[in-house]
């Protein structure tokens, strides 16, 4: 077999790469301060009603703000809405408000997720297929964290090799993670991924890279079920659940670097039909929007033993606005993500 030669650029990239990561791992920012099995990432959705004043911010360890986005036009890391996001012309200012959550909290880690479902594959494709271009997004990324005092980022490039992303997404996820430990590194940020939950979604991941080049991984074990199917079904079973972790342990991935993704929202759907004791049943589209949500087929309102006993290295909810966080529903509030807190630092294991 003939030996696959790499562009110039990319063979540069892989041997400088690997002598910085060399250099750069062990003084790695590691998980945050916290065992990993207490770890639990806090997912914010900015444009929910949920102020970040009004999180109860000693139920999480980390927080990641959702969300930035790439400029395709310079591969330039980039507010996804200027009027939340910032605070100048009269702007929400929500950086800066869920940044300073870390006076009340030194120990927090708040991160910002670049990249969302919406936005695809297509732009980060492009992005990663060359070096230059991986450079001047890893440097934006950078200066785009420093400027607006986050703590690392969550690459939630959704995802490699589909959505509109090519054949050579996997080699080139690989280098781009590589530069972006080594500059997150250099100015002791954190680097984490949101990871699909299936294998046809996980062939554009080379688990090796990930191992290497993440400080931990989200795995998105939720959205098994949704309206777009044309039967009902369960969101996040934990059978599923559990073959999704199973994918990443099968491909020795350390089980303290999986964060398991749990939804804080239910998926809804209207029925074809009413009838009784019949399962699935047949659905016409996504039910009614939720006051909260602002979205069809989704309302706000277990998996906390599966965390510990197979010692993954925390929770992540998706999302914390989506937690009953004025407790109409409930007695106190956000009652899933406290169940989470007290479970995983507790090491308790309900029976």
């Known amino acids: 077999m003939v030996p696959k030669v790499l562009p110039e650029d990319q063979k540069a990239a892989r041997v400088k790469i690997s ?3 060399l250099n750069h791992c062990e003084k790695s920012t590691g998980n945050g301060g916290y065992g990993s099995s207490e770890r639990i990432v806090c997912y914010f959705n900015s444009t929910n ?3 970040p004043e009004d999180i109860d ?3 999480c360890t ?4 959702k969300a930035a986005v790439l400029d395709p036009t310079n591969n330039e890391v980039v507010p996804m809405r200027r009027m939340y996001d910032l ?3 009269g702007g929400k200012g929500m950086y800066k408000r869920t940044v300073e959550l870390k006076i009340l909290k030194p120990e927090l880690r708040v991160l910002l997720a670049i990249g969302t479902w919406d936005e695809g594959s297509i732009k980060f494709s492009s992005m990663a297929s060359t070096g230059i271009g991986r450079r001047r997004f890893a440097r934006s990324a950078v200066d785009f964290l420093r400027q607006h005092g986050f703590d690392g980022m969550s690459l939630d490039w959704e995802y490699p090799g589909r959505q509109g992303g090519g054949p050579d997404d996997k080699r080139n996820y690989d280098l781009l993670t590589f ?3 080594i500059e997150l590194d250099r100015h002791g940020l954190l680097l984490s991924g949101l990871l699909p939950q299936t294998r046809y979604w996980l062939e554009g991941y080379d688990m090796e890279s990930v191992k290497r080049n993440f400080h931990y991984i989200c795995l998105n074990t939720y959205n098994y079920w949704g309206p777009w199917w044309d039967y009902t079904g369960i969101a996040a079973a934990l059978k599923d659940v559990e073959a999704s972790v ?3 342990l099968a491909k020795k991935v350390p089980s303290d670097m999986i964060v398991l993704g749990i939804p804080a929202y239910a998926q809804t759907a209207n029925l074809a039909y009413a009838f009784k004791n019949q399962r699935p049943q047949i659905i016409v589209g996504p039910g009614t929007e939720g006051p909260r949500s602002r979205t069809r087929g989704r309302l706000g ?3 906390a033993r599966f965390i510990v006993r197979e010692k993954l290295g925390g929770a992540m909810i998706m999302s914390i606005d989506s937690d009953d966080f004025r407790g109409i529903g409930s007695n106190g509030t956000f009652p899933l993500t406290r169940t989470l807190h007290r479970i995983l630092h507790s090491r308790e294991e309900e029976e």
């Open 19 to 21: 002598r910085d990561l």
């Open 49 to 51: 009603t949920l102020a």
């Open 57 to 59: 911010i000693s139920l």
């Open 62 to 65: 980390h927080l990641v703000y």
């Open 87 to 89: 605070g100048e012309n």
């Open 179 to 181: 530069e972006l430990r």
């Open 246 to 248: 199973n994918l990443y």
């Open 301 to 303: 309102y277990d998996e």
